[in-house]
Structures are given as C-alpha cells and as structure tokens.
C-alpha cells in the first residue's frame, strides 16, 4: 500500500514538474518572438496588448463556458486579471524605462522569495527547508544569468516598479493556488479566459492600440538573421507565449504549491537567454552559464518538497523542526 501510494506520489509530481517546466518554455519564448516585432516599429505595451488581447480572443469560448465565475468568484478573476496579467507587465515595462533589463529582471525574479513569505508569515503555513535554499540559489544564479553588476545604478523609482511586477507575479502564484481551496473550486480555464479578458481591458487603456502601426503585421521581422512573417510571430506569443503558459503555470501551480513553483518559473529567465543566444545571436557568457546552472540546481533543490496532492503533513508537524530550519526558512 505505501509502495503504491510513494508511486502515486512521484507520478504526481514528475506530472506538476513537467506542467511547471512548460510553462516555463512557453513564457521564456516570448521574448525571442517579441523582439523582432519591437525592432520592426511597433512599442513593447504594444506586443503585449496584442499579446494579451489575442489570447483573450482565443479563450472567449471558454469564458463564456464558464461564466458563472463572474457571480461564484468576481474577486478572484479581477485580481487574476489585475495582478496576474495586466499588473505585471505594465510594470515591468515602465521599469525597463528607466533601469536596465538585467535590473528589472533580477527584482521581478523576486517573487519567488516574497511568496515564501507571503506563505510563511500570511498564510502561516510551513515553508519546506527545500523551497527556501532553491529561492537562494535561484536568485544568485539569476543575478548571473542577466549580469545585473554590468548596468548597477540607483533609481528609487524604478526599483519601486520592478518590486511592483515582482508584487504582482506574486499574485499569479497565490491567485492561481487560491482558486483550487475549498469546496467551491474555480476551473483554471475560466480563471485564466476572465483573467486575460479583464488584463487586455487594463492593457488597452495603457498600450493605446489606436496608435499602433498595424502594418507591421503584414510584413515580415528579422529572427536571428531570417525574414519571418511579423504574424507567425505574433501567433507564438499569443498561442504559446500565452495561452499554453498560462494554462500549464496555473495547473502546475495547484499541483505543486506556489513557492515551488515560483522557484521552477525562474527557469524562464535563463530559457529567454539560451533562446536569444540560439535564434538571436546574443551572446552568452561563461558566467551566464553557470548562473543557469545554480537556477536549475534551486529548481531541482525546490522540487523535492512534496506536492500539494500529496503532502498530507498537518501544520503542526512542522514544529518538530529544529529552530535553525525554522529561521531559515523565515530567512527565505
């Protein structure tokens, strides 16, 4: 019975780690499909409004299957869409203007670690001695992966909205495990459809579509050198860059806990950069590459903590812990 039940298990997380994993590729592909299209005339808010709202599109039916989510759960898919969606690019992009992307990206990265408090102090529940050392070591590699000593400078206002993005992906993760407690649990489809309808309605206001050079579309980009039609790219972003990395984080995220799976999605800065050395010819240094390989160790670290499914330890197990693991795990 236990051997069948340890099976179960680890079938069970191999399953949410391969969910965490995708949706990791999927969101560390939009960058490669994004810039060429930046490159070709059109803003960033403006691929990311044309991102968003053509996954808002392809997801209608769905909300419009699930539409008793608006009376069940308004307030989970205005957050979702809020925070999850808009709030996190809208952010990340204002604080590109003014801190460098290595910057932005080592603080949005973020997350992870303030999730762990969010859990630990919040929600007071136990945070596992492995989640917290993956969070460290993800973070050291990430400050690698995106060299943030090469662009170090102070901008109070710039950090704030990179620590804003950070809040905000915070909120995907306590968001997308949120809607799976209880008995009156809201379908991931329905979250994500209602969350990228209301992010687009946000991102309408900010990324002003009515500017844009819709002409780009028609043409074609360089990627890495090659003459891509601008709306195949397009469709990557939306269809996979979007919607597949919505669906696989949110699922992941209710299989697995959300500081785990925040530790995994810091796969996705170091997928971006080995994409943008393949296809576009950026170059990747040694450091860089050590850096992703101290990331994939506090990935590999984190996901030794059991998933959600089938950790039936109650809370109070965890004061058994010796005090140093408990501080630890604060420090997290």
């Known amino acids: 019975m236990h051997v069948s039940q340890g099976r179960s298990g680890n079938q069970e997380r191999n399953a949410a780690l391969g969910l965490a994993l995708a949706s990791a590729l999927a969101f560390g592909g939009s960058g490669v499909a994004a810039k060429p299209l930046i490159e070709a005339g059109l803003e960033p808010l403006q691929v990311t409004w044309l991102r968003v709202m053509g996954a808002a599109l392809v997801m209608l039916p769905l909300a419009w299957h699930h539409r008793r989510l608006l009376i069940r759960r308004p307030a989970l898919l205005v957050g979702f869409g809020l925070l999850a969606v808009a709030g996190v690019q809208a952010f990340f992009f204002a604080a590109l203007s003014r801190i460098p992307v290595g910057v932005a990206l080592l603080v949005e990265y973020l997350a992870p670690a303030l999730v762990l408090g969010w859990v630990r102090f919040v929600q007071r529940r ?7 050392v993956g969070v460290v070591l993800a973070v050291g590699g990430l400050a690698c992966v995106v060299e943030v000593w090469s662009g170090l400078s102070f901008d109070a206002v710039g950090l704030m909205l990179a620590l804003g993005a950070a809040c905000c992906q915070v909120g995907y993760f306590v968001l997308s495990d949120h809607g799976s407690d209880g008995q009156d649990q809201a379908d991931p489809l329905g979250v994500i459809a209602y969350g990228l309808l209301i992010g687009a309605a946000m991102l309408t206001v900010v990324g002003r579509p009515w500017q844009m050079d819709w002409s780009v579309l028609t043409g074609r980009a360089d990627l890495g050198g090659a003459r891509v039609p601008a709306v195949l790219l397009l469709a990557w ?13 949110v699922l992941a995220v ?13 796969l996705e800065a170091v997928i971006a950069t080995v ?5 576009l010819d ?3 240094g040694a450091v860089q590459v050590m850096g992703g390989v101290v990331v994939l160790a506090g990935a590999l670290i984190a996901q030794t903590s059991a998933p959600k499914a089938a950790s039936a330890e109650p809370v109070a ?12 795990a604060d420090r997290g």
């Open 126 to 132: 136990p945070v596992s001695r492995a989640a917290a």
């Open 237 to 249: 972003i939306v269809l996979v860059a979007t919607v597949v990395a919505y669906l696989t984080g």
């Open 254 to 266: 209710r299989r697995l806990s959300p500081q785990v799976a925040g530790v995994v999605a810091c």
């Open 275 to 279: 994409l943008a050395w393949v296809l």
């Open 282 to 284: 950026e170059h990747l």
């Open 317 to 328: 197990a965890s004061a058994a812990l010796p005090d140093a693991a408990v501080a630890d």
